[in-house]
C-alpha cells in the first residue's frame, strides 16, 4: 500500500470509531452483510422509518456533517 492509500483507510477507519454502537450494527447489516431495511428492522426491533433515520445520521457522521 501506499502512504496515501494508508491514510485514507486510517481516515475510514477514525470516522467509522465515531458511530455509535448502534450505527455501526446498523450499517454492518445493510452494507456489509446487504440486508435490505425491512429485514434490519426486524432484527434490531425498530422500525423502517427508524432504521432510515439512523443511516442518515450514520452518513452525516462519516461525511463529517
Do not use: Y
Not at 445493510?30 to 432504521?51: C, D, K, M, Q, Y
Amino acid at each position: 500500500l501506499t502512504p496515501e492509500t494508508e491514510n485514507q483507510i486510517e481516515l475510514i477507519h477514525e470516522k467509522l470509531r465515531k458511530l455509535t454502537k448502534r450505527q455501526m450494527e446498523i450499517v454492518r447489516l445493510s452494507f456489509w452483510e446487504g440486508i435490505n431495511p425491512r429485514e434490519v428492522a426486524e432484527i434490531v426491533h425498530l422500525s423502517r422509518t427508524r432504521i432510515h433515520q439512523i443511516l442518515n445520521e450514520s452518513f452525516d457522521v462519516l461525511r463529517g456533517s
